[in-house]
């Protein structure tokens, strides 16, 4: 299982890699694996675009911390 940590590594990289881009790229992702019946790696997915959304919206850092 992937832990907090190593997620928030993975939505600083795509935020720092695609910018707000990186949020239509989790979306696709979710949409593709759950047309392909692949419901616990859609839910990782929804799980990361929280996290670079709350990245991209200035509300966490890119180390994971709650800003204010």
């Known amino acids: ?6 997620i928030n590594l ?6 720092d890699t ?4 990186a949020l ?3 979306d696709t992702a979710v949409e593709e694996l ?4 692949e419901k616990m790696r ?3 997915w929804r799980t990361l ?3 670079v959304e709350h990245m991209v919206e ?3 850092s890119r180390e994971g911390h709650i800003l204010h």
Do not use: F
């Open 49 to 51: 675009r929280r996290v």
């Open 58 to 60: 200035g509300r966490m």
């Open 24 to 26: 239509a790229y989790a």
């Open 42 to 44: 859609a839910d990782a």
């Open 1 to 6: 299982m992937i832990t907090d940590h190593e």
């Open 34 to 37: 759950e047309e392909i019946g």
């Open 10 to 15: 993975l939505a600083a990289y795509m935020v």
């Open 18 to 21: 695609h910018g707000r881009k």
